[in-house]
Antibody, heavy 122, light 107 residues
Framework: EVQLVQSGPEVKKPGESLKISCKGS????????IGWVRQMPGKGLEWMGI????????RYSPSFQGQVTISADKSINTAYLQWSSLKASDSAMYYC???????????????WGQGTMLTVSS | DIQLTQSPSFLSASVGDRVTITCRAS??????LAWYQQKPGKAPKLLIY???TLHNGVPSRFSGSGSGTEFTLTISSLQPEDFSTYYC?????????FGGGTKVEIK
C-alpha cells in the first residue's frame, strides 16, 4: 500500500525547536516530490514548500521562506519539516503530501499523510 | 504569485442537488488545476487533476472543467457523504497555492 505516515502530535513552548517527519512506503520515494501544507484551526490549506528527495532540491512559498526548513533523508524514505524557534502562531495541523507529475498537466498531490498537530503554548 | 479565488465560500444544498463551485486564477494556468475534498479532522483527498481528469476511485458524479483562468467543480447529484469542504490548487508555477475553500453543508 502506498502511504505517507507522519510523526505524532507535538506540544512545545515558544522558542523551542522541532522537527516533524513524513515516512513514505509502498513506492519509490526518490521519484516523487513531497510537499508540506499547513492548516491553522478552522482555516484553509496553505502550501508551504516542496522537496525532491532524489537530490533534495527544495522550493518554499514566500510566506514560509526563512520560517521553516524542509529536508529529506532518502536512505530512510523520510521527509522533514523543522522550526528553529517556534511561535504560538505556528500552532496548526501540518500535512505532507506526495506530488505526482506526468505529461499533459497531470499533476497533483495524490497521497497525503494523516497530519501532525502542533500546539505551541507557554 | 498566482492567487486562486473560490466561490462561493459557503453553500447550503440538499441531497440530490446539482452543485457547482468556481475557482478563478489571477493569471492563466492552462489546465494545471486540481480539486480536493476535505472532511473535518481528515487529510484532503484528491478528486480531480488536470482540471477535468477524475482521480482513481472518485465517483462519476464529480466532474471538473475549465482552462486558463476559470474552472468549475460540479457534483451532479449531491450525496450525504459529499458534505465537505472543497479546495482548488494550481500546479503551474511555484508557489502552488490553494483556493480559500468552499464548505458544502446540508440545507
Amino acid at each position: 500500500e502506498v502511504q505517507l505516515v507522519q510523526s505524532g502530535p507535538e506540544v512545545k513552548k515558544p522558542g523551542e525547536s522541532l522537527k516533524i517527519s513524513c515516512k513514505g512506503s509502498g513506492y519509490s520515494f526518490i521519484s516523487y516530490y513531497i510537499g508540506w501544507v499547513r492548516q491553522m484551526p478552522g482555516k484553509g490549506l496553505e502550501w508551504m514548500g516542496i522537496i525532491y528527495p532524489s537530490d533534495s532540491n527544495t522550493r518554499y512559498s514566500p510566506s514560509f521562506q526563512g520560517q521553516v526548513t524542509i529536508s529529506a533523508d532518502k536512505s530512510i524514505n523520510t521527509a522533514y519539516l523543522q522550526w528553529s524557534s517556534l511561535k504560538a502562531s505556528d500552532s496548526a495541523m501540518y500535512y505532507c503530501a506526495r506530488r505526482f507529475r506526468a505529461a499533459s498537466a497531470r499533476d497533483a498531490f495524490d497521497i497525503w499523510g494523516q497530519g501532525t498537530m502542533l500546539t505551541v503554548s507557554s | 504569485d498566482i492567487q486562486l479565488t473560490q466561490s462561493p465560500s459557503f453553500l447550503s444544498a440538499s441531497v440530490g442537488d446539482r452543485v457547482t463551485i468556481t475557482c478563478r486564477a489571477s493569471q492563466g494556468i492552462s489546465n494545471y488545476l486540481a480539486w480536493y475534498q476535505q472532511k473535518p479532522g481528515k487529510a484532503p483527498k484528491l478528486l480531480i487533476y488536470a482540471a477535468s481528469t477524475l482521480h482513481n476511485g472518485v465517483p462519476s458524479r464529480f466532474s471538473g472543467s475549465g482552462s486558463g483562468t476559470e474552472f468549475t467543480l460540479t457534483i451532479s447529484s449531491l450525496q450525504p457523504e459529499d458534505f465537505s469542504t472543497y479546495y482548488c490548487q494550481h500546479l503551474n508555477i511555484y508557489p502552488l497555492t490553494f483556493g480559500g475553500g468552499t464548505k458544502v453543508e446540508i440545507k
